[in-house]
């Protein structure tokens, strides 16, 4: 697929899969409750003592679990948007708590690793380069490693598997298998929409401040789908 077939493809994927999309909201909606709650468990505990105290602290506690177990729910259900775009299946996904939340428990330590790794190699190449040498060595590495990281991603949905999501070189060698070119457009035309589609709800905020932030939260959730779509469709050539 050329890039605006991807773009294309990806702009009417959550148009065209209403259920996703409320899927999204929905999960949404109940981890904002589920975190609402818990921050006022917790102030209403601070202020209150004996068994009042120790209850609210319990409640408070299992909302902080339940909360992340939300957003890794959220997380693994937009992983699997991936899959869907590298198989290039035009349906969405169902929630499967079982294999989704695991699947964001290993997406995380992805992310801590792509973004680890560059800042240990800076940190020791700054004792040995300094000033412009070391800023252009660090920025390189961090668009590299930043871009390893989108594959990386892919790479966890394709397979479920981690130590292929960790497999950094074959991670930076789907870049170039992607095209770098591409890869860093796509990235770019997607800020774009994003930028354009947040300023417009951002002026229906100011005429109308609910019908602002109901379109906030579903202009967000779109963008979360249409992103996914694209990555996965990019890959989906590797």
């Known amino acids: 697929m050329n890039l605006g077939d991807i773009i294309s493809d990806a702009l009417i994927y959550p148009l065209h899969n209403i259920k ?15 975190g609402g709650t818990t921050i006022i468990a917790f102030l209403t505990a601070a202020g209150t003592t004996g068994a009042s105290s120790f209850a609210l602290d319990g409640v408070a506690i299992l909302g902080i679990i339940v909360f992340i177990l939300l957003l890794f729910l959220i997380e693994g259900y937009g992983l699997d948007i991936v899959k869907y775009g590298i198989e290039r299946r035009s349906d969405t996904p169902n929630i499967d708590f079982a294999r989704q939340v695991p ?9 801590i690793a792509y973004y680890l790794i560059p800042a240990v190699i ?12 070391l800023a252009i060595i660090s920025i390189i590495l961090v668009i ?5 990281n989108f594959m990386a991603r892919c790479r966890l949905a ?7 999501a960790l497999a950094v070189g074959e991670a930076i060698g789907d870049i170039s298998r992607v095209g770098i070119g591409k890869l860093i457009t796509a990235i770019l035309i997607i800020i774009i929409i ?13 005429i109308n401040t609910i019908l602002g932030n109901v379109l ?10 249409f992103y996914h779509r694209v990555i996965g469709l990019l890959y989906s050539e590797v």
């Open 20 to 34: 996703a999309l409320v899927l999204y909201i929905v999960l949404g909606i109940i981890a904002a409750i589920v």
């Open 103 to 111: 699947n964001a428990i290993k997406l995380l330590a992805v992310d």
């Open 122 to 133: 800076i940190f020791v190449l700054g004792f040995i380069f300094r000033d412009w040498i």
């Open 144 to 148: 590299v490693f930043a871009l390893a």
């Open 158 to 164: 394709k397979t479920d598997s981690l130590g292929e």
């Open 194 to 206: 994003a930028v354009v589609i947040l300023f417009v709800t951002g002026i229906v905020a100011r």
């Open 216 to 225: 906030l939260g579903i202009a967000m959730v779109y963008l979360v789908l």
